[in-house]
């Protein structure tokens, strides 16, 4: 995943942001597991008392808090917690264009630009691989290469598709049933 939910700017932090400002630990809640739960609610509770001793007490509190959340998250996902990253990295194209799908009511731009990645990858490891099939014949090291590209074509394709049906946030032990 790109640096997103850990980010200072991303939904997490932001909902974390949200609670301290409306005084309601409800409004991060969402984001975290029923396991966690409890853990951030207390979290809240000591934050917005030790947010209340001053500037600087507010600030440690808040990058406190904003770490537990983001960190009880990551585990919900079964994923590690490496710190929180700073506001403003690169996320790529696809992550705001799929929070503009979420904004809009819309998947017509997110469709619109996967599929265009799809297209032109599958095009160009296609192509790359009907290059080296016309050598194929030329001996050993040619046919090795065509079919290292064959097959790399079909590898990659397998796995975008198990990518593309697979539930983002599976856990072995607790799979989401798909629509």
């Known amino acids: 995943m790109p640096p997103h939910c850990d980010s200072l700017d991303g939904p997490v932090v932001k909902a974390a942001r949200v609670a301290f400002q409306k005084g ?3 409004y991060v809640l969402p984001y975290v597991s029923e396991e966690g739960e409890q853990e951030v609610r207390e979290a809240f509770g000591l934050a917005v008392e ?6 600087t007490a507010e600030e440690v509190a808040d990058r406190w808090f904003f770490e537990t959340v ?9 994923a590690p917690f490496t710190g929180l990253k700073p506001a403003g990295l690169d996320v790529g194209p696809v992550i705001p264009a799929a929070e503009r799908a ?6 017509d731009e997110l469709t619109q630009l996967l599929c265009g990645i799809v297209r032109e990858q599958v ?10 099939k016309e050598h194929a014949g030329e001996g050993v090291a040619a046919a090795r290469e065509y079919i290292e590209a064959s097959l ?10 198990k990518q593309a ?5 599976a856990r072995a032990a607790h799979p989401r049933p798909r629509a």
């Open 50 to 55: 030790a947010r209340a001793l001053g500037q």
């Open 70 to 78: 983001v960190r009880v998250h990551r585990a919900g996902e079964g």
């Open 165 to 169: 049906i697979g539930d983002p946030h």
């Open 152 to 161: 790399g074509l079909q590898v990659w394709a397998h796995r975008l598709y």
């Open 123 to 132: 095009d160009a490891r296609h192509v790359h691989a009907m290059v080296l």
């Open 102 to 107: 979420l904004d809009a009511g819309s998947s």
């Open 24 to 26: 309601d630990v409800n």
